[in-house]
């Protein structure tokens, strides 16, 4: 079981999270102009990498707020969690390693 | 077939069953993965095609990958005419091949039941029995006092929180001895001359332009006419090597067995709505699996908490386990498509043949993967069981939805 770091209410178990997949796979900025090949890349085409994952969690059974981690796929190492906090004007947006 | 035989009378020893040679310098077909599906892809395209110039590569040792990490359950009942098409031609194929291979892998038809707990069951389970009669798939519907009758060990009491509903049974369903089914694969591909080569990771692909022309291994380079990727969980680590996305997410998936318990459960009980399955293998262990767990994951094995929601369920269903002792759990890595359902073909790039996907249910497929995927790395051109499940239906979107009879969630 994961040991989990929710930016908001701190850490909990993997049981009280929902997991939403691949992190930072936007929604296509024309979709009129895509092609089948490039639907099918974004409906279906994720990474799968072995090693750190950038992914999406939600504290489904907690604050329900969505954020993102970056975990090992292999050692299960949780190495970053990053919340969607909204950034102050003036300040740089967070970026994942 | 064979049923609950003592195990003074099980095959012989592994080591004895083929050769360990040195990789040669080049093959008319690579095989990537020495799993169930390799070896059957091994043995067919010597078998039906006569192509024996082959080698398989195996990076850890042979059959050791989901292979062995497997609940056996070999069925025929999916949804699809696609899906229930190439699962039925497996079930063909393991109903003669012990005898084929000479070889007793204690395949036991002793039929699978699916449960319904649930109004939408019963309508899910129905309806996959009126598709598999209609496919010439051998299936029935069975009332709670049938289901009693077929499996008596089943808590059929309409008082606990998900009464049994009905279920589906299979009869011609049943599980067989995993090692054993890629022992006796393995023997019979060595003997038509396939090299069978452990302890070889293929770590890059020889490419010419768009063609593939052989694989880089930690043994050195291999060059072949061809280049087929058998290895499961592992798919798309191999494809990235070669610049191809895959839409496969790999997943944990893992099973338990009990103590050894004198026999007491006469069939395959599946539920996909409390989520356990349950068999007692022909030495007395109950096997028991559940889910995937939600994340991706390449680590062998799964959390704790769908242990203990399973065994929850597996108790309700079946009071009399309440004393059981888990013996051992362990994991395997499933390779999960968007629809359930396997992938197998030619790839955009020349000469590189994929076949992945199977995720929680590629056993079952063992003979049939091997033969259509032996096809179409023979011709050139995929067999006609395979041709829906070609790469190119995420593009057209002529899906083949089987999350609903796969029977493990993901
Ligand atoms: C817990 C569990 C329960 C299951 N229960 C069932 C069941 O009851 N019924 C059913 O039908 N299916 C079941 N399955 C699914 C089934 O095991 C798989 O779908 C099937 O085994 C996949 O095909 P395979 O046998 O070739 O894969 P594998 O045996 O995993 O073979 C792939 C091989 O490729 C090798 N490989 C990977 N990368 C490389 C590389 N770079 N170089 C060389 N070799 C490489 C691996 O080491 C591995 O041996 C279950 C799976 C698990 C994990
Ligand atoms: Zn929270």
Same mark, same amino acid.
């Given at each position: 079981?994961?040991?989990?770091?929710?930016?908001?209410?701190?850490?909990?178990?993997?049981?009280?999270f929902?997991?939403?997949?691949?992190?930072?796979?936007?929604?296509p900025?024309?979709?009129?102009?895509?092609?089948?090949?490039?639907?099918?890349?974004?409906?279906?085409?994720?990474?799968?990498? +072995?090693?750190?994952?950038?992914?999406?969690?939600s504290?489904?059974?907690?604050?329900?707020?969505?954020?993102?981690?970056?975990?090992?796929?292999v050692?299960?190492?949780?190495?970053?969690?990053?919340?969607?906090?909204?950034?102050?004007?003036?300040?740089? +947006?967070?970026?994942?390693? | 077939?064979?049923?609950q035989?003592?195990?003074?009378?099980?095959?012989?020893?592994?080591?004895?069953?083929?050769?360990?040679?040195?990789?040669?310098?080049?093959?008319?077909?690579?095989?990537?993965?020495?799993?169930?599906? &390799?070896?059957?892809?091994?043995?067919?395209?010597?078998?039906?095609?006569?192509?024996?110039?082959?080698?398989?590569?195996?990076?850890?040792?042979l059959?050791?990958?989901?292979?062995?990490?497997?609940?056996?359950?070999?069925?025929?009942?999916?949804?699809?005419?696609?899906?229930?098409?190439?699962?039925?031609?497996?079930?063909?194929?393991?109903?003669?091949?012990?005898?084929?291979?000479?070889?007793?892998?204690?395949?036991?038809?002793?039929?699978?039941?699916?449960?319904?707990?649930?109004?939408?069951?019963?309508?899910?389970?129905?309806?996959?029995?009126?598709?598999?009669?209609? &496919?010439?798939?051998?299936?029935?519907?069975?009332?709670?006092?049938?289901?009693?009758?077929?499996?008596?060990?089943?808590?059929?009491?309409?008082?606990?929180?998900?009464?049994?509903?009905?279920?589906?049974?299979?009869?011609?369903?049943?599980?067989?001895?995993?090692?054993?089914?890629?022992?006796?694969l393995?023997?019979?591909?060595?003997?038509?001359?396939?090299?069978?080569?452990?302890?070889?990771?293929?770590?890059?692909?020889l490419?010419?332009?768009?063609?593939?022309?052989?694989?880089?291994?930690?043994? &050195?380079?291999?060059?072949?006419?061809?280049?087929?990727?058998?290895?499961?969980?592992?798919?798309?680590?191999?494809?990235?090597?070669?610049?191809?996305r895959?839409p496969?997410?790999?997943?944990?998936?893992?099973?338990?067995?009990?103590?050894?318990?004198?026999?007491?459960?006469?069939?395959?009980?599946?539920?996909?709505?409390?989520?356990?399955?349950?068999?007692?293998?022909?030495?007395g262990? %109950?096997?028991?699996?559940?889910?995937?767990d939600?994340?991706?994951?390449?680590?062998?094995?799964?959390?704790?908490?769908?242990i203990?929601?399973?065994?929850?369920?597996?108790?309700?269903?079946f009071?009399?386990?309440?004393?059981a002792?888990? %013996?051992?759990?362990?994991?395997?890595?499933?390779?999960?498509?968007?629809?359930?359902?396997?992938?197998?073909?030619?790839?955009?790039i020349e000469?590189?043949?994929?076949?992945?996907?199977?995720?929680?249910?590629?056993?079952?497929?063992?003979?049939?993967?091997?033969?259509?995927?032996?096809?179409?790395?023979?011709?050139?051109?995929?067999?006609?069981?395979?041709?829906?499940?070609?790469?190119?239906?995420?593009?057209?979107?002529?899906?083949?939805?089987?999350? &609903?009879?796969?029977?493990?969630?993901?």
């Amino acid at each position: 079981m994961l040991l989990i770091a929710c930016p908001w209410c701190g850490e909990r178990e993997e049981l009280e999270f929902h997991y939403g997949g691949q992190a930072h796979v936007p929604y296509p900025a024309d979709p009129e102009g895509l092609s089948d090949g490039e639907w099918a890349e974004y409906l279906f085409v994720r990474d799968n990498p +072995k090693g750190p994952f950038a992914e999406r969690w939600s504290h489904a059974a907690g604050c329900r707020r969505w954020f993102n981690l970056i975990r090992h796929t292999v050692t299960h190492e949780i190495l970053a969690v990053q919340s969607n906090r909204p950034v102050a004007a003036g300040q740089p +947006k967070p970026v994942l390693p | 077939m064979s049923h609950q035989l003592p195990s003074h009378q099980l095959p012989e020893h592994p080591d004895w069953l083929w050769r360990t040679p040195d990789p040669k310098r080049s093959y008319d077909v690579i095989i990537v993965g020495a799993g169930g599906h &390799g070896l059957a892809t091994a043995y067919y395209l010597a078998r039906n095609h006569g192509i024996t110039n082959v080698a398989v590569l195996e990076r850890g040792w042979l059959a050791g990958g989901n292979m062995a990490r497997n609940t056996t359950i070999i069925r025929s009942n999916y949804l699809c005419e696609e899906s229930a098409a190439l699962y039925e031609h497996a079930l063909k194929l393991w109903e003669v091949l012990p005898q084929e291979l000479d070889y007793d892998f204690l395949f036991s038809q002793r039929g699978v039941l699916n449960l319904a707990h649930t109004l939408q069951d019963v309508r899910e389970g129905t309806r996959r029995v009126n598709a598999n009669r209609l &496919g010439g798939v051998d299936a029935e519907w069975l009332d709670p006092d049938q289901v009693r009758e077929f499996c008596p060990i089943v808590n059929t009491s309409p008082d606990v929180r998900y009464p049994v509903l009905g279920a589906t049974l299979q009869p011609r369903a049943g599980i067989a001895k995993h090692d054993h089914v890629a022992w006796a694969l393995a023997r019979r591909a060595d003997a038509y001359g396939v090299d069978l080569i452990q302890g070889c990771e293929v770590t890059g692909f020889l490419r010419e332009g768009d063609r593939v022309t052989g694989v880089r291994t930690n043994r &050195g380079p291999i060059s072949a006419g061809r280049v087929a990727l058998a290895a499961a969980g592992h798919s798309s680590v191999l494809a990235d090597l070669v610049g191809l996305r895959l839409p496969i997410q790999s997943h944990p998936l893992q099973a338990l067995v009990s103590e050894l318990l004198e026999p007491v459960h006469p069939t395959v009980v599946m539920s996909n709505h409390v989520h356990v399955y349950v068999s007692q293998a022909h030495k007395g262990e %109950l096997v028991m699996g559940a889910g995937v767990d939600s994340y991706n994951g390449y680590g062998q094995r799964g959390s704790f908490h769908l242990i203990e929601h399973q065994m929850a369920a597996a108790l309700e269903l079946f009071p009399i386990f309440a004393r059981a002792h888990v %013996l051992r759990t362990w994991g395997g890595i499933v390779d999960v498509t968007p629809d359930a359902s396997p992938i197998i073909g030619p790839t955009p790039i020349e000469n590189l043949y994929l076949n992945c996907g199977w995720g929680t249910g590629g056993f079952k497929a063992t003979p049939s993967s091997g033969w259509v995927y032996a096809h179409t790395i023979a011709t050139g051109e995929p067999h006609p069981l395979a041709e829906p499940f070609a790469l190119e239906r995420f593009t057209t979107g002529a899906l083949i939805d089987e999350h &609903g009879a796969a029977a493990v969630a993901h």
